[in-house]
């Protein structure tokens, strides 16, 4: 009976433990690597949405500076329309298999940069992806309106 009650517990812990997973493997446009932040957003051929990385060694990876000190690059960079959006509406910044990504703390920014027509600000929803290794460990939504608006996320590496 004993043995009956502890294969119980084991097994509800077990199911419990699987329910509580919350990391997530998906196919998303970009480079993969050790490290990855993933950006999706829609309405691509109105807005400008940009994903920008401080790393723990003080370099900002972003559009301006797609290549950072500390080996992280940006692949893929999306602003205002099919011509521009090659792989869709996304932001990709990643470490590669190959080095190393740094140890401590990533600020994480999603930034409203301009509206495609600068006259016709529209809302954006957004969906920013933190992966280790391909593997989903932290996933962030929400939604832009208006240029200069600005979510910030942290990581800890």
């Known amino acids: ?4 009650q502890l294969a119980i517990i084991v097994a509800t812990a077990l199911s419990s433990m699987a329910c509580q997973k919350d990391y997530e493997i998906v196919d ?26 401080l790393t723990p060694m003080g370099d900002e990876i972003f559009w301006a500076e797609p290549e950072g000190m500390s080996g992280g690059q940006l692949d893929i960079d999306c602003f205002c329309g099919e011509d521009n959006c090659l792989e869709g509406p996304n932001e990709n910044i990643y470490w ?5 990504a740094p140890l401590g703390t990533y600020d994480i920014s999603v930034t409203y940069f301009g509206a495609c027509d ?25 939604t832009l309106d208006s240029a200069g608006q600005t979510d910030e996320f942290t990581h800890e590496q």
């Open 1 to 4: 009976m004993r043995a009956l």
């Open 28 to 53: 998303l446009a970009g480079r993969d690597g050790i490290l990855r932040f993933n950006l999706i957003f829609d309405n691509e051929l109105d807005v400008d949405i940009d994903l920008h990385v």
């Open 96 to 100: 590669d298999y190959g080095g190393e």
């Open 118 to 142: 600068l006259f016709d600000e529209q809302e954006s929803d957004y969906t920013l992806r933190v992966l280790k290794a391909g593997t989903t460990v932290a996933t962030y939504t929400g």
